[in-house]
């Protein structure tokens, strides 16, 4: 019996857990769902005759070596951080690793040795990253086939709530690990734009955006998401003159959230004693330059982050919570953790509300060797979820998972070491298999202005 290990059961887990078991019925495997919180494990399993939930603590490696070394495939949805301690794991026990997340560094420097064992370690095989570097590496591909040669190469990615389920002043739904929008954009970001290098420090971030118009939902905002430079080698796009990778949000969103950054509240590093006995206001009022009485904390922020009281951006920070009076009660000792557990609570999705992902590969086309005019190519996809079922975030970053899966027990994945999605074997057939699946990619050419 193939033995799969699913690591994690939160909120980007649900349809990767449902499709594998959905596959064991008729398969005969075994699907192991691992999470720190049993009761959500189980929930996921419910009654499967070939599935079944235990507990795990990510950080004990010893439990973590034991539940990876009785799998033949781990799917790896747990938080970043633990990636590359579960793939060092996995080419101990010749086990193969298909993870949802970024490739860390860690897990890279394992490359030669998973090759000796020949265990493959798949990495970004999610929606951000995932299906848009697979729809990145056909749309290149296919534009260079054409004689086309790449200009300028922008792509953009986004989960935020359906135009229709707009519930809240922030317009943004938590579909997925709020620790991931606490800490993203963390370490700046660095793109090129028409030549040049432009370097972005965490603190600065969400000031930097700009409008993307999105066929069939409107205009949204972007900003810069980490290090677009090191995909130009990624996707042979050495002689494009701009290379910018960007989140998307709702109007407004980034205006909101460069001020919670001004306030320290995403910092990870500081432990607060006694943090889930402190209220929000008063974590708050330690980042305030000078010290005021608790009950004065919202006046000095809003003085602090030069805003207007009655304006709509201090609508949106008590919103969120951030001058409760009441003890957070979260889980972890920073600020970071109490802003992750905010979110949690605060942007829910509602009733009968619905999530949306969006993926937008923009490129520029020129035709040195042929008598025609350059092009703006751009490639969309476009995915709503299910209000009161399952999210389209849930659902694009476990369905590339699941796929994957299901070729290596097939047979149909022969390659092993640190692999990527953009792996011909690999990214061709899964976006033939995503499409079978009904996600639907548009395509758009328009003359280049």
């Known amino acids: ?89 996995c080419v101990e026990s010749g086990t193969h690793m298909v993870s949802v997340s970024y490739l860390q560094d860690e897990t890279r420097g394992l490359d030669v040795r998973a090759r000796e064992r020949g265990v493959l370690l798949l990495g970004e095989m999610g929606l951000d990253p995932g299906i848009d570097h697979m729809m990145a590496a056909e749309a290149v591909r296919k534009s260079i086939e054409r004689g086309g040669r790449i200009r300028a190469f922008r792509s953009f990615g986004s989960g935020i709530p359906s135009p229709d389920s707009l519930s809240n002043p922030l317009r943004y739904l938590v579909t997925w690990n709020p620790w991931n929008v606490v800490t993203s954009g963390w370490a700046g970001a660095q793109y090129l734009l028409n030549g040049n290098i432009r370097l972005v420090p965490h603190d600065r971030l969400f000031y930097y955006t700009w409008p993307v118009e999105v066929d069939g939902v409107g205009s949204l905002e972007a900003y810069p998401n980490r290090d677009s430079l090191s995909y130009l080698e990624h996707f042979d796009l050495d002689g494009v ?7 998307l949000r709702h109007p407004g969103f980034c205006e909101t959230w460069a001020k919670i950054v001004r306030l320290g509240l995403t910092n990870d590093t500081l432990s607060i004693p006694g943090l889930c006995e402190l209220s929000p206001r008063q974590v708050v009022g330690m980042f305030l330059p000078v010290p005021v009485a608790e009950e004065h904390v919202e006046e000095a922020a809003t003085l602090f982050l030069e805003l207007n009281p009655t304006g709509n951006l201090m609508k949106n920070l008590r919103f969120l919570g951030l001058f409760d009076p009441e003890p957070v009660g979260c889980v972890g000792t920073t600020p970071a953790a109490m802003l992750s557990h905010l979110l949690e609570t605060r942007l829910a999705p509602t009733p009968g509300s619905r999530d949306m992902v969006i993926i937008v590969h923009e490129m520029e086309v020129e035709f040195p060797n042929e008598d025609r005019p350059a092009e703006r190519q751009t490639f969309t996809m476009v995915e709503y979820g299910e209000p009161l079922e399952m999210s389209a975030m849930a659902k694009t970053v476990g369905l590339p998972a699941a796929i994957a899966v299901e070729m290596l027990f097939a047979g149909e994945l022969d390659l092993s070491g640190c692999r990527l999605p953009t792996h011909p074997a690999i990214c061709d057939a899964v976006l033939s298999r995503l ?9 758009k050419v328009e003359p280049l202005a």
């Open 1 to 89: 019996m193939r033995r799969i290990l699913v690591l994690g059961a939160g909120r980007s887990a649900p349809y990767l857990i449902q499709r594998l078991l959905d596959d064991a019925s008729g398969r005969g495997w075994q699907v192991t769902v691992a999470d720190r919180d049993i009761e959500l494990a189980r929930n996921r399993v419910g009654d499967h005759p070939n599935g079944r939930a235990v507990t795990l603590d990510a950080g004990d490696e010893q439990q973590l070596a034991g539940r990876i070394g009785a799998a033949d495939v781990v799917a790896n949805v747990l938080a970043p951080g633990f990636q590359g301690r579960v793939a060092r794991l």
């Open 241 to 247: 003159h701009t290379m910018i990778r960007g989140t």
């Open 435 to 443: 499409r079978a699946e009904g996600l639907e990619f548009s395509e």
